[in-house]
C-alpha cells in the first residue's frame, strides 16, 4: 500500500493559522549554532553584512579553531548538546538557527555513526529551548542523507523530490538522525505552533570550510590533493571509488542566501525542502573541473581506491518544490564556486605550509 508522505499528511491534519509577525528587526536576537563551522559561519557573516546587530553565535571549539570569527558578534564556546547550556544559547532569541552537528563528508559519516546519530541530542534540546524563549522562527539544518537510500543505487538518478524521503530508508546513522530530527521540528509547528523551518542541504562548498583531516568532503578533498600534488611535484592522485558515483554541489552563497528565503517565507512552515544545485557531475567530472580551477597544464594520472568509503551510487536535487514556492533557486555554477574554494584553499594550505595556524576542521 502506498504511503502519504509525512509533511503531505501532516499538512492536512494540522488546522493551525498561521499569524503573520513583524519582520525580524536589526536589533532582534538572532542565534546560529555550529558558528565555528563552515555553512553557520557563513550565515552569521551574512546576516551580520545584511545589517543585524545583534547575533549570538555559538560553537563547541575553541575560538581559535573557528572558521570565521565575525567582528561585533556575540561568540559563545557552549556544547550545545547540554540541555542547560541550550536553554542559556537561546535566552532571548527571536530566531534561532541550529547548524550544529557533529559532521563530516563520507570517511566521516561512513565510520562514525554513533556520532551521527547522538546529533539527536542537539536538535532535541534546542527546539525545546527556542520554544520556551518564545523565539518567533527556528531552522534546522536537514540533509539529502534523509533520503530514501533505495532510490540513489544509480549514478544516473532520478533528481530526489521532497516526497522521496517516505517511505524511509535514510543513510543510516546521520540520515536517521536529520529524518527523525526534522520530526521534531514539525510536531513543535503541528503541537505547540512555533515556526520550524527545515532545509535539506545537498553538499555544500567554499572557502572558509573544512579541507583537511578526515571530515572534508570531495570538493575540498579534490582541491587539496591536486594542490599538494603541485607542490610536491608527484604527477598521482588518488580517488575515493571508481570516479562514476554522482553527486551535485551546491555553492556557500547559495546555501546561505536559501536559509534566509526559507527560513521567512511562511508557506515552508514545517515543510521539509531541498536546499541544493540540481548540476550534477560524476566525480571524475569533479577533479576535471578542479583541474582547470587550478590552470594544469596536463592532467594527474588518476589512481583509484575502490576500499574506500563511497556512499551512494548517484544523488541529486530536484529543485521543482523550491522554484515554485520561492522563485529562486542555487545558481552558482560548479566552475565558478570551485575557483573561489581552490584559491581559498591553496592560500591556507601555504598559511599552514609557513608554520601559521589555519583551521582545517
Ligand atoms: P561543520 O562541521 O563545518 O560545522 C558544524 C559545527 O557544529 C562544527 O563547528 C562543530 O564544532 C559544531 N558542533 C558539533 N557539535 C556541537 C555541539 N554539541 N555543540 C556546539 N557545537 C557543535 O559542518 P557544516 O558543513 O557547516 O554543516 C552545518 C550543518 O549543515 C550540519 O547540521 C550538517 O549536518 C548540515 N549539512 C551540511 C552539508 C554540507 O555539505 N556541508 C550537507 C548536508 C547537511
Given at each position: 500500500m502506498s504511503q502519504k508522505p509525512l509533511y503531505e499528511s501532516m499538512k492536512q491534519s494540522v488546522t493551525r493559522v498561521v499569524e503573520t509577525d513583524e519582520p525580524t528587526k536589526p536589533n532582534d536576537l538572532i542565534v546560529i549554532t555550529g558558528a565555528g563551522g563552515f555553512i553557520a559561519g557563513n550565515l552569521v557573516q551574512y546576516f551580520r553584512n545584511k545589517g543585524f546587530k545583534n547575533i549570538r553565535a555559538v560553537d563547541?571549539?575553541?575560538?581559535?579553531?573557528?572558521?570565521l570569527p565575525v567582528p561585533g558578534v556575540e561568540s559563545l564556546c557552549l556544547d550545545v548538546s547540554n540541555e542547560t547550556n541550550c536553554r542559556r544559547v537561546c535566552e532571548g532569541a527571536v530566531e534561532v538557527y541550529n547548524l550544529a552537528a557533529d559532521m563530516g563528508g563520507m570517511g566521516f559519516i561512513e565510520r562514525f555513526r554513533i556520532e551521527c546519530l547522538r546529533s539527536i541530542l542537539i536538535n532535541t534540546h534546542m527546539v525545546e529551548a527556542a520554544y520556551r524563549a518564545g523565539a518567533k522562527r527556528y531552522f534546522f539544518s536537514s540533509s539529502a542523507c534523509a533520503y530514501n537510500t533505495d532510490l540513489q543505487q544509480d549514478p544516473n538518478v532520478r533528481a530526489l523530490k521532497e516526497t522521496d524521503a517516505y517511505p524511509a530508508m535514510a543513510e543510516r546513522g546521520y540520515g536517521w538522525e536529520k529524518l527523525m530530527s526534522e520530526m521534531f521540528c514539525q510536531e513543535y509547528w503541528a503541537e505547540r505552533g512555533m515556526k520550524t523551518f527545515i532545509a535539506r542541504f545537498h553538499n555544500v562548498y567554499g572557502p572558509n570550510g573544512t579541507w583537511d583531516g578526515g571530515r572534508e568532503k570531495a570538493p575540498a578533498a579534490l582541491c587539496r590533493k591536486v594542490i599538494e600534488s603541485l607542490d610536491t611535484g608527484d604527477n598521482n592522485i588518488t580517488l575515493w571509488g571508481d570516479g562514476t558515483r554522482t553527486r551535485s554541489f551546491m555553492y556557500i552563497d547559495d546555501c546561505v542566501q536559501g536559509i534566509d528565503k526559507i527560513t521567512h517565507c511562511d508557506k515552508l512552515i514545517a515543510t521539509p525542502i531541498n536546499l541544493g544545485s540540481d548540476e550534477l557531475v560524476s566525480i571524475n567530472d569533479l577533479l576535471t573541473k578542479v583541474e582547470q580551477a587550478a590552470r594544469l597544464n596536463k592532467p594527474l594520472t588518476r589512481h583509484y581506491d575502490l576500499d574506500a568509503p563511497m556512499g551512494v551510487a548517484g544523488r541529486n536535487s530536484d529543485n521543482t518544490f523550491i522554484k515554485q514556492v520561492l522563485e529562486w533557486e542555487p545558481s552558482t555554477s560548479l566552475d565558478d564556486g570551485l575557483v573561489k574554494t581552490y584559491e581559498w584553499i591553496k592560500e591556507q594550505y601555504n598559511r599552514r605550509k609557513a608554520g601559521m595556524r589555519v583551521g582545517i576542521g
Open positions: 563547541k571549539k575553541p575560538l581559535y579553531e573557528w572558521y
